[in-house]
């Protein structure tokens, strides 16, 4: 970074297609990246900034420095020994910004994409024992739509629960909401397959948001704190 850089606080999509969306204080745009693996495998993993969030709740945050179309990372934590934390993780180049709605149709592939990110990213928080949710993005984006996953533990039984608000209508994984219920959960004893099913769960939650997966941000809470 230069002293000259105009570096913004920004949230950040998922990586899908070799793309990402960003959201500042003031406009929100669509990039491609440089790097789109080496992003994906930071993001929705515990390693990066985090800003919080109401209820306690927690999103990653980049830097974003538009003018030069670069990204900049920041770790979650302190380099052990280091002494202080590095602002900079990993700097990324970006193409020119395009804007979501210049994206009228999202092929299969990348819907599959989202859900194998979004099954990664289940085992990644059920090993840090933390709940997460995927909703939309934004800085002043609506609680709803939402899709929870968590992984519960009582009297020594782990259990993955995942609940999609307001319930799917016309899924062909998700049941019909009960009756008086806005929403729908659905739990099975956790296990490294029932965990990476969230990704299935909450694609099939997501599309029927009408949305675009680069409109949906993650959103982490701790277990102790989820109600």
Do not use: C, Y
Not at 18 to 31: N, Y
Request: proline letters at 7%; zero cysteines.
């Amino acid at each position: 970074m230069t002293e000259n850089s105009h570096l913004e606080p920004a949230l950040i999509s998922p990586v899908v297609g070799g793309m990402v969306r960003t959201w500042t204080e003031g406009e929100s745009a669509l990039w491609t990246v440089d790097d789109p693996g080496a992003l994906g495998a930071l993001l929705g993993h515990g390693q990066v900034a985090r800003t919080m969030m109401p209820d306690n709740r927690f999103r990653e945050i980049v830097l974003l420095d538009s003018e030069t179309k670069t990204l900049f990372v920041q770790p979650r934590f302190a380099t052990p020994g280091d002494g202080t934390a590095e602002l900079l993780a990993k700097p990324f180049e970006l193409g020119d910004p395009t804007t979501p709605a210049d994206l009228t149709a999202v092929g299969t592939d990348r819907w599959e994409e989202l859900e194998s990110l979004l099954a990664s990213v289940a085992i990644s928080a059920a090993g840090r024992r933390e709940f997460w949710l995927a909703e939309l993005g934004g800085w002043e984006a609506p609680h709803q739509p939402n899709f929870l996953f968590t992984v519960v533990e009582e009297h020594g039984v782990a259990t993955a629960v995942m609940e999609a608000t307001p319930a799917p209508v016309g899924s062909d994984v998700w049941p019909d909401a009960p009756r008086g219920r806005s929403n729908v959960s659905v739990s099975a004893p956790a296990s490294q397959d029932t965990v990476e099913a969230a990704g299935i769960f909450a694609v099939s939650a997501i599309e029927t948001w009408k949305t675009t997966p680069w409109d949906v941000v993650l959103t982490f809470g701790r277990l102790s704190e989820f109600t």
